[in-house]
Structure formats: C-alpha cells, structure tokens
C-alpha cells in the first residue's frame, strides 16, 4: 500500500501562486491532482504519466497549472499561477499503481483559499 501525503496548501491572494506538492511512500505510475470545493464534486485539475513526458490539464487548469514530478524523490508537484478565488478547493493527489490503472491511492488532501 503506497501512502500519499499533500503539502503546499494555504490562504493566497487572487492572483498569487502557490506549489503543492504530493510525496508517495513507493512507487507509482499515473499521478493526477484532483479538487473538491464546497458543495461540489471532485473534479480532475491534472495528470501527468511516469516519466513526465505526457501531461493532461482540465480546461480550468490551462495556462496557469503545471503539474511536475521528481521520481526520485516519489513526488509529483502543483505549481499554480495566477490564482482565482473558483481555485479554492480541497486538492486531492491521486495515484496509479500500475501502467493504464485507476487511481488506486488517494492523499488525505490539503486546503487551498484563494481570497478575492
């Protein structure tokens, strides 16, 4: 069973950045960043596959969002720009545990706010 553990999180201006960062106690495959702000269903932010080559973005995501990871250090980063007070979520990173699997491993989340 592989552990994921989010960081990153906080309050930011409209406007302003922050990084979040996703660190897995093994190996994984797919890695995505996923979101949930109050009242609304978790929806996909990001993904990006093993070697980093392919990355996916939703639409939201686009221009501002760039997903990243070190498999070094088993850890997939958020790096989010420009940042709009419909950004304020709970940020979920997710992880495949085989090439082509569903997210089998889910992070406890950390809380970003976005004040206007």
């Known amino acids: 069973q592989v552990q994921l553990v989010e960081s990153g999180g906080g309050l930011v201006q409209a406007g302003g950045s922050l990084r979040l960062s996703c660190n897995a106690s093994?190996?994984?495959?797919?890695m995505a960043w996923f979101r949930q702000a109050p009242g609304k269903e978790r929806e996909f932010v990001a993904r990006i596959n093993w070697s980093g080559a392919n990355t996916d973005y939703a639409d939201s995501a686009k221009g501002r969002f760039t997903i990243s990871r070190d498999n070094a250090k088993n850890t997939v980063y958020l790096q989010m720009n420009s940042l709009k007070p419909e950004d304020t979520a709970v940020y979920f990173c997710a992880a495949a545990a085989k090439p082509g699997g569903d997210y089998a491993y889910w992070g406890q989340g950390t809380q970003v706010t976005v004040s206007s």
């Open positions: 093994g190996r994984t495959f797919t």
